[in-house]
Every structure is written in structure tokens, then in C-alpha cells.
């Protein structure tokens, strides 16, 4: 049942006092705060329609009220609904652009999870887009001796994937360099799971034909683009955050995030579970798909310049101040997309 306008005031008003105090709320509180102008015994009767509703409990018989999950849902469904939300892209594009040295996307994503976890005061985070989205941007090959070779693959926005392949042969400077332009001029523009199809079907059209030059281009491309890791790259930030501040947070609990932080393919499959589609996404406590984040809260929003697509976000406690977390997060996903797409 969705609460009267009266206990929406209430409920809102109990959700700001306790994220702002970490102290159960007291009705003689809330008359001032809600600011209804009724009675003390007014607001109690309230208060306990909402614990009856289950948006409330009441820790001790003699405490105040905190607020639970479904609470804390209602109160950020508030903030999204009103949509006076106050921008903080202006704010965290300046700080992106001063702080990254160049435009890439690595470089920025690397640095925006550190912005929005000094921002909250949380655990921050920047995913960037799984290989299947990254498009093909040019190839570098550095000879290492004997008939080893570096492979620097560039994708557009910035992405950077390296591999050591063995070319069979020795291989000149000159030689690869000549194969890099090759490559570089006949498929810079497709996607990366589909440029090594491309060289292939090229060889295959080509076969007939004997140029030196191109078959060793095809050759190296063929051998570079071979089992690209098809993974997210996840940058995170600002774990000890969580440690410096009474957030209620056993070390029980600060373990099992810190351990799926450093497992993080773990938090990349979460992530991609709860994201769907442009648009802010928010998962408090118990809902949550991973028991063991439960006592957390998650806010997050996509991104997408047109080359590079990815996720920011934060998490933190379930008493974190959503309204600040989420124009933060608001403001990142817009500044991150504006810096990838105009780095001047």
C-alpha cells in the first residue's frame, strides 16, 4: 500500500534525520521536521501505520524508528520522481578534464571511479564495455627478439589490449611496421570480435595472389586478433572510505565487499544483472541478488559516447545520502560521455 501524503512527509522526514544521524527518530522529532503542524501522538499513530506497512521498525521498545529497505526504496523513488535532482556534471567533468592527462577512455573511467568515491564518501566505480562493443582502431607491432613480437591493439575511446605472439620468423622493425599501416588502413573500424573474421575471409580472397608483404600482414593480424579477452574492465575506488566513518558496518561485512571487489568478476556479473538499458539504477539492501551485499546500497547510471558504453557507480552503506549519491553518479555518467566525446 503506498503511504498517505501525510506519511510520505513522515517517512521522509525520518529517512533524512536518520541518514544524517545514524540515531533512531523520535516522533517529538519528526513533528518539526516533517513540518505537518499536528501533535507528538499524531505522528506516533503514523509511524506505527509504517511499521505495520513495513517501512519503519523500531529497534527497542523505548527508541525511535529507522528506517528498513523498503523504506529506504520509497524515500529514493521520492528523489527520482521529483526530478530536482541538482546537477553535478558540471563539477565532475572540470575535475575529470584537470586531472586525466589524455582523453582515453582508460584513463578517464580510471580516474571518474576516484572522483565519485571522494564525491560520496563510498566505494566508487567506472565499468568500461566488453570487447564486443569496442571498434578497432589501429594495431602496433614491437619487435622483442628472436621471432617475438608485442601487439598493441588500440580500440576507439581509448581501450588498449597487449599480447606477445610468436611470429615463427624474425621479423624487422621495417617489416612490421609496414604490416601495422596494411592492417590498420583495411580494417580500422570494425569491431574487435569481428576483425579477425574479416582477415580471414581476406586471406581466403586473397589467396591466389602472391604479395609478401600483405601475407605477412594478414598473417600477424590473423595471430593478434586471436582470443581477445571478452571481458569488462572494472576500475574501482575508496574501499577504506567505508572504514573511516560509523556507518554501522561490521568488519565482517567491509570483508565480504573487499573480497568481491578484489574477485572482480564477480561484481561484473552483479552489475551487468542490474543494469539494463541508459538510466540511473539503484539496489538497496535486500535487493540485492548477492546475500553478502545486502547491507549495502548501489547506485549506478550508463554511459554511451557513441564509441565507448560502460557503467559508473557508487556503493556504500544502506544510511548512505542517496540524494548526494545519486546527482553524483547523475553527473559522472553525462561528464564521462562529454569527455570522451569532445577530449578538447
Known amino acids: 500500500m503506498e503511504p498517505s501524503e501525510r506519511s510520505r512527509r513522515v517517512l521522509a522526514a525520518l529517512v533524512r534525520e536518520y541518514i544524517s544521524s545514524g540515531e533512531p527518530v523520535a516522533s517529538s522529532l519528526l513533528v518539526r521536521a516533517a513540518g505537518l503542524g499536528v501533535s507528538s501522538a499524531t505522528v506516533r499513530n503514523v509511524l506505527a501505520r509504517l511499521e505495520d506497512e513495513g517501512f519503519v521498525q523500531q529497534p527497542h521498545t523505548s527508541a525511535g524508528r ?185 568488519l565482517e561485512t567491509m570483508h565480504a565487499l573487499i573480497e568481491m571487489i578484489e574477485e572482480k568478476q564477480r561484481l561484473v556479473g552483479l552489475l551487468n544483472a542490474y543494469i539494463d538499458g541508459t538510466g540511473l539504477t539503484v539496489v538497496i539492501g535486500a535487493e540485492h541478488l548477492e546475500p553478502s551485499l545486502r547491507p549495502f546500497s548501489l547506485v549506478a547510471c550508463s554511459f554511451k559516447d557513441g564509441a565507448s558504453s560502460g557503467t559508473v557507480g557508487v556503493i556504500g552503506p544502506t544510511r548512505m545520502r542517496y540524494s548526494r549519491a545519486i546527482a553524483v553518479v547523475d553527473g559522472a555518467a553525462q561528464a564521462i560521455t562529454r569527455v570522451l566525446r569532445d577530449p578538447d
Not at 606477445?164 to 621495417?174: N, P
Open 66 to 250: 529507522v528506517p528498513t529497505d523498503r523504506g529506504y526504496r520509497f524515500y529514493v523513488d521520492l528523489i527520482l520522481e521529483s526530478k530536482q535532482r541538482h546537477r553535478a556534471a558540471s563539477v565532475v567533468e572540470a575535475r575529470l578534464r584537470r586531472e586525466t592527462i589524455a582523453p582515453l577512455a582508460d584513463v578517464v573511467l580510471s580516474q571518474a571511479s576516484h572522483v565519485v568515491s571522494q564525491a560520496s564518501r563510498s566505494v566508487g566505480f567506472a565499468l568500461s564495455s566488453s570487447q564486443d562493443a569496442a571498434v578497432f582502431d589501429r594495431v602496433e607491432f614491437v619487435p622483442l627478439g628472436a621471432a617475438r613480437v608485442l601487439v598493441v591493439i588500440v580500440a576507439k575511446g581509448g581501450h588498449v589490449v597487449q599480447k606477445v605472439i610468436d611470429t615463427g620468423e624474425i621479423m624487422s622493425a621495417d617489416a612490421l611496421r609496414h604490416a601495422s599501416n596494411y592492417l590498420n588502413i583495411e580494417f580500422s573500424g570494425l569491431p574487435l570480435s569481428r576483425a579477425r573474421e574479416a582477415i580471414l575471409l581476406r586471406m581466403e580472397e586473397e589467396r591466389l595472389l602472391y604479395d609478401e608483404l600483405m601475407d605477412r600482414a594478414l598473417k600477424l593480424g590473423s595471430s593478434s586478433f586471436a582470443d581477445l579477452p571478452d571481458e569488462h574492465v572494472l576500475y574501482v575506488d575508496g574501499a577504506a572510505a567505508l572504514l573511516g566513518e560509523d556507518h554501522g558496518l561490521t
